[in-house]
């Protein structure tokens, strides 16, 4: 059984950083592309960004509210995703889940999903 | 500001049948990026409902399915119950391989 465990959320003042990490299990994690997907309360979905397997190069896209403030890594070693978040906004605060993301013949999508942690930025 | 369109809300009873739709431009869908959708229960993380516009991951009922038309897509639910309601949303991708989420719809059943 696929399962996704976030951990590291919480109160940060603006400015401030966080560092998520995503604990996988129940799958070959080193082989599958990962991805953060951010909410706000009472708001709805927003990516925040993807890591590619180290086989298929590991590199990163992220989308435009967060690039160059955000990082997504990988310790396949220890199957977990991180994310690392710097400068961060108001804006920024959400719940933020961690899936895995499938391609195939059928399109890129993110198919399992954590329970997600909240991340508050607020003064 | 999301660019996939949704309702903000429908509504059925139960037993009948709803449908939300998503529409997109010609950057998005219109492009050929398929389209998928999520189900997100009360107070719950999303689950991936559709995929590739009309697939469905086991487990998932027949009672769900999903369309796609140029620029826009459909979920239908057929016999609509009571544990349906929740927020739909639907996901495409943008040229620059970006992930796009649409706006939400909320399904209350009555």
């Known amino acids: 059984e696929v399962q996704l465990v976030e951990s590291g959320g919480g109160l940060v003042k603006p400015g401030g950083s966080l560092r998520l990490s995503c604990a996988a299990s129940?799958?070959?994690?080193?082989?599958?592309?990962m991805s953060w997907v951010r909410q706000a309360p009472g708001k709805g979905l927003e990516w925040v960004g993807r890591?590619?397997?180290?086989?298929?190069?590991?590199?990163?896209d992220y989308a435009a509210p967060v690039k160059g403030r955000f990082t997504i890594s990988r310790d396949d070693s220890k199957n977990t995703l991180y994310l690392q978040m710097n400068s961060l906004k108001t804006e920024d605060t959400a719940v933020y889940y961690c899936t895995t993301f499938q391609i195939n013949s059928s399109g890129w999508y993110e198919d399992y999903w954590g329970q997600g942690t909240l991340v508050t930025v607020s003064s | 500001q999301s660019v996939l369109t949704q309702p903000p809300s429908v509504s059925g009873a139960p037993g009948q049948r709803v449908t939300i739709s998503c529409t997109g431009s010609?950057?998005?869908?219109?492009?050929?990026?398929?389209v998928h959708w999520y189900q997100q229960l009360p107070g719950t993380a999303p689950k991936l409902l559709i995929y590739g516009n009309s697939n469905r991951p086991s487990g998932v009922p027949d009672r769900f399915s999903g369309s796609k038309s140029g620029t826009s897509a459909s979920l239908a639910i057929t016999g609509l119950q009571a544990e349906d309601e929740a927020d739909y949303y639907c996901?495409?991708?943008?040229?620059?391989?970006?992930?796009?989420f649409g706006t939400g719809t909320k399904v209350t059943v009555l």
């Open positions: 010609s950057s998005n869908i219109g492009a050929g990026y398929d």
């Open positions: 996901q495409s991708y943008d040229s620059s391989l970006s992930a796009l």
């Open positions: 129940g799958f070959t994690f080193s082989n599958a592309w």
């Open positions: 890591i590619k397997s180290k086989t298929d190069g590991g590199t990163t």
